[in-house]
């Protein structure tokens, strides 16, 4: 059940706005996606919880580390928070990705991968292989980072 009179500054405890939803609350979190940078090029905000808004919250808390379950409470709502108070990510198409929290290296695979190979102008498969570190440490190199060919936290913060 939407949540009449949605304030981004404060976070209800009790806040939650979910697929089926109508109303302004969901206008507000349509906004905040878009700001985000999230794809709501179908309906955009149209104030109802349908498809296209389910898919962005979801996105949105994959990308952000959150339970992906599709539901804006108070989690989603204090994460959207946070990022649209950086006014370098507002408006993005691609907003800034978190580090996830470990060292991205050859041989791992997935998303990760695929975000660090396109930043490094490597065609994405997922797979880091030796043509990922190659180009991982030409970057390294031009960015004045320690080439080693891992992104750490100090790489993907210049990455992302």
């Known amino acids: 059940m939407a949540v009449p009179g949605l304030e981004i500054r404060g976070v209800q405890k009790d806040f939650v706005i979910q697929y089926g939803d109508r109303g302004p609350g969901v206008k507000r979190i349509q906004e905040y996606l878009i700001k985000a940078g999230m794809d709501l090029r179908e309906h955009g905000v149209d104030g109802i919880f ?14 952000y580390g959150l339970i992906e379950d599709g539901i804006v409470g108070p989690n989603t709502l ?3 928070k946070k990022v649209l108070r950086n006014p370098g990510l507002q ?3 691609n907003p800034v990705r978190p580090y996830p929290g470990h060292y ?3 041989g791992d695979r997935g998303r990760d991968v695929e975000a660090i190979q396109r930043a490094v102008n490597v065609t994405p498969d997922g797979i880091f292989g030796p043509v990922t ?5 030409q970057y390294q190199g031009r960015m ?5 060919g891992i992104i750490g936290p100090a790489t993907w913060n210049v990455l992302f």
Do not use: S, Y
């Open 78 to 80: 204090g994460q959207l």
């Open 104 to 106: 991205v290296m050859i």
């Open 50 to 63: 349908g498809p296209e808004t389910l898919g962005a919250v979801r996105k949105f808390q994959r990308m």
């Open 91 to 93: 408006g993005q198409e």
């Open 144 to 148: 004045g980072l320690q080439v080693d």
């Open 133 to 137: 570190e190659h180009a991982v440490r």
